[in-house]
């Protein structure tokens, strides 16, 4: 596989693996459970390197699993995580927040190691900013972490360009995760020039639209009763009518193009810079395949304003109410 270089010369697999759905938030799992550690398995084989969980996926139990999967393979891996979004146990009920404050970073980053069975993580991000912690104090504490060698490189999940500034200033960022595809273009409102001008990656998490870009999701019935896409704005009701017709103009180019829709969404993330790297999440190793194809695909200059052109807007927020205020913080 080809490779890409996200910021301070971390150069990894030109796609990545989203290992979230392994064991969280996409129905039932623990029956997959073989199938998701042979996926990851297969990933490495493939020449994907980077990794990427988080410990409120589960939560828990989705770092306790692909732990569990590269256990004599950590040389193949570069391992990304996440802290800050807490649920569960350590939430008010019926709530999620956020919790930046440097005592919690550094505890949640031993419990991270922990259940991944490392003694370092290559990718620590900060989840979600916390409104109530200044970003200094947050990276401050990632950068001890990173003195101390349990951390080789610093994160940022869905932050402002003026976050993502200010932590840079106190220690280097070296990627900055944002929600990225044909359907979700927030980063190009100014975070995509200010990654550019610092010299740090992107990456690119639910570059498939949660799947529906695929074109697998022709009805609501085809996620699992206990699938949380089922309350997902853009999955109900009038939207989900509505962003069926955005599949429908992808899969049409993508059949005269000889691709599956899924290459044809992951070619167009990859195209819109070289320093982004997508990480499509799957626990099938038939997916996985379909997603690596995309890696051959280059797209012309034609391609790309083709398909700007002929692609509606998508139908509802990305998230519900809760979850919108906690991005671009």
Known sequence: MRTRRLGQGLEVGSIGLGCMGMSWAYGATKADRGEAIATIHH??????????????????TNEELVGEAIRGRREQVVLATKFGIVRGLEAIPGTQTVNGRPDYAKASCEGSLRRLGVDHIDLYYLHRVDAH?????????????VEAGKVRHVGLSEASPETIRRAHAVHPVTAVQSEYSLWSRDPEGGVLQTLRELGIGLVAYSPLGRGFLSGAIRSIDDLAPDD???????????????????VAVVEEIAHRKGVTPAQLALAWVMAQDENIVPIPGTRRRSRLDENLGAAALDLTAQDLEEIASALPRAAGDRYGEMGMREVNG
């Open 43 to 60: 990933a490495l084989d493939r020449g994907v390197t980077l990794l990427d969980t988080a410990d409120v996926y589960g939560p828990h």
């Open 133 to 145: 912690t200044p970003i200094e104090e947050t990276v401050g504490a990632m950068k001890e972490l």
């Open 228 to 246: 949380y896409r089922r309350t997902s704005p853009r999955f109900v009701g009038d939207n989900f009518k509505r962003n069926l017709e955005l």
